[in-house]
């Protein structure tokens, strides 16, 4: 059960950047942390880009350098608000990750980062139908999040983190075969790379 610091941490913007820059130290700095679901991808000015579950546009921020077409979208009008603010050479849509509003074989990418840890099991498997849905064929689903670190010295840290900041969906995911979920969605997973002492995984994966 996360505590109150969660609350505030999406309450007060400060709060939340202070919180993400410091998480990223482990993988030198909060910039390539939020680029390295990006590494190898290939995006061109025109590539559709989708940014699911953008937040306050912190790796939306990257995307809008590499394509002129970069949409992001989030359930919280709070922090569209501030993505709009922040980023405003992306367009913007209130959303629900499980249901997108968009046509059939549209991105040439969709990207999310440390998102799907929030989502309960039912939800996961959905928003991957979703994704899966709206990429078009040979396009890119690529994506960061928690995973359970393969070296011992980073399990207080992580475990601590989860218990002020998260809640059970987080460590659910620890416990959940994301390469397997995609895979049985249609996806061709590439082998996850794995950063902080495996604390944190990238995954890409074609349609």
């Known amino acids: 059960m996360a505590t109150i610091l969660r609350d505030w941490s999406y309450r007060y913007q400060w709060l939340y950047d202070g919180i993400s820059r410091l998480a990223a130290l482990s993988v030198g700095g909060e910039a390539r942390f939020r680029q390295l679901a990006l590494q190898g991808l290939t995006i061109h000015s025109d590539s559709q880009v989708l940014d699911l579950c953008c937040g306050s546009g912190q790796t939306t921020q990257f995307l809008v350098k590499l394509s002129q077409n970069v949409t992001g ?13 922040n980023v405003p050479q992306a367009c913007y849509l209130e959303a629900f990750a499980e249901k997108m509003p968009f046509a059939d074989n549209l991105f040439d990418v969709v990207h999310t ?5 929030e989502m309960q099991p039912e939800q996961l498997r959905k928003i991957i139908s979703e ?75 074609k349609k």
């Open 73 to 85: 979208l989030d359930a919280s009008p709070k922090s569209l608000q501030r993505a709009r603010e």
């Open 113 to 117: 980062s440390v998102a799907l840890h």
């Open 131 to 205: 994704v899966y849905r709206v990429l078009k064929p040979g396009g890119v689903f690529t994506l960061i999040d928690f995973h359970a670190p393969t070296n011992p010295i980073f399990w207080p840290g992580v475990s601590v983190f989860l218990l002020l900041f998260e809640t059970e969906t987080a460590w659910q995911l620890l416990k959940t075969d994301l390469p397997g979920l995609l895979t049985q969605t249609g996806f061709n997973v590439g082998e996850p790379t794995l950063y902080a002492g495996g604390s944190l995984q990238v995954i890409q994966a």
